[in-house]
């Protein structure tokens, strides 16, 4: 629906701006969570004082189903009430809300404030102060979308007369406005021992962010630290699309479906990750294909841990 109300809004009003004007799809950043001035970091025992945080989705995709779990010492303080937004819902400790990521209506991506009324707890007469910590753990599905122009050369070794329209390279980049990023993708014609081609991929993705990369299909329960999630499945290559050629990993839970690409699972090589792909031998191109340009999109779904926290010391009354 986002880039559905992006179109009809640019065909019907001409005063909306150039689209090159407003980017949305870039920088490093999912959800952006951090603590708002007037924190108390000094709390004398038994009195209450309040905390409050900020929620920014800063990237390109939508979240549903996100998760805050506050993290306390449970006998030095504890939540005494929330004050949540709309769409907010409290479920036991546990904090869960959808944010908008950027679009026309959210330039910078939706935000929303909540707050906590906290209390300290007494830590008795033996000690004047002590000192403990307040923090959220944040947890969140997420997707990473690269799209670029690809061209597509099945005569690199340039045995053909014909003049060429494009040039074949690797494509590159630095962000897709999510924290997991695309940085490069490399094509390789590989000559068949029948009169065609096939393209070979490898797609090469780092973790720009400031968390850590979870199974998106446990996210939530790794918040709640009630499960530790399948490392093989934290990354997913959902969809790659190019010219009438498709993989699609459709219901995570299940195998791949037989598509025109056959992917391998990402695997992690120092601070990359690396996925390499493949057009099926069934599916190889024509060498008397001409070289051609083609859009190429490519789909990441992942889930994502970050924690933010603040020192609170508790002084006795005395």
């Known amino acids: 629906m986002k880039r559905l109300l992006f179109l009809v809004l ?21 959800i952006d969570l951090k603590f708002l001035e007037g924190f108390s970091d000094e709390v004398v025992e038994g009195s209450s004082f309040y905390s409050s945080i900020e929620v920014r989705n800063e990237g390109f995709s939508d979240v549903t189903g996100g998760v805050l779990v506050p993290i306390l010492e449970q006998d ?3 939540i005494e009430s929330w004050q949540l937004p709309d769409g907010f819902r409290l479920s036991g400790n546990s904090i869960f809300f959808d944010l908008e ?5 959210y330039a910078k991506g939706e935000r929303q404030v909540l707050g906590a009324v906290m209390k300290a707890r007494e830590i008795g007469d ?15 599905a997420y997707k990473t979308v690269f799209s670029d122009t690809l061209c597509i050369d099945t005569d690199p ?22 924290p997991v990023a695309i940085t490069r993708i490399e094509q390789r014609v590989i000559p068949t021992s029948e009169d065609t081609v096939l393209i070979d991929f490898t797609i090469r993705i780092k973790n720009k962010g400031k968390g850590l990369i979870v199974d998106p299909l446990s996210y939530g329960n790794i918040c709640e630290a009630r499960a530790v999630g399948d490392p093989d499945k934290s990354l997913l290559l959902t969809s790659l699309r190019f010219s009438n050629y498709e993989y699609s990993l459709g219901d995570p839970l299940s195998q791949p479906y037989e598509d025109e690409i056959e992917c391998q699972k990402p695997r992690q090589v120092k601070d990359e990750y690396i996925i390499h792909c493949s057009i099926t031998e069934n599916n190889a191109l024509p060498r008397s294909v001409l070289t051609f340009d083609t859009p190429i999109v490519v789909e990441l779904l992942y889930g994502y841990q970050e924690t933010i926290s603040r020192r609170v010391a508790i002084v006795n009354s005395n």
């Not at 065909?11 to 920088?27: E, F, M």
């Open 157 to 178: 070794a340039n045995t053909r007369v014909a003049e060429k329209t494009c040039r074949a390279k690797d494509l590159t980049a630095s962000s897709q406005g999510a």
């Open 10 to 30: 640019l065909t019907a009003c001409s005063s909306v701006p150039d689209p090159g004007d407003i980017i949305l799809q870039t920088g490093t950043s999912g």
């Open 76 to 78: 030095l303080m504890e």
């Open 126 to 140: 033996a000690r004047t102060k002590i000192d403990s910590r307040l923090a959220f753990q944040l947890c969140y």
């Open 101 to 105: 990521g950027k679009s026309l209506a």
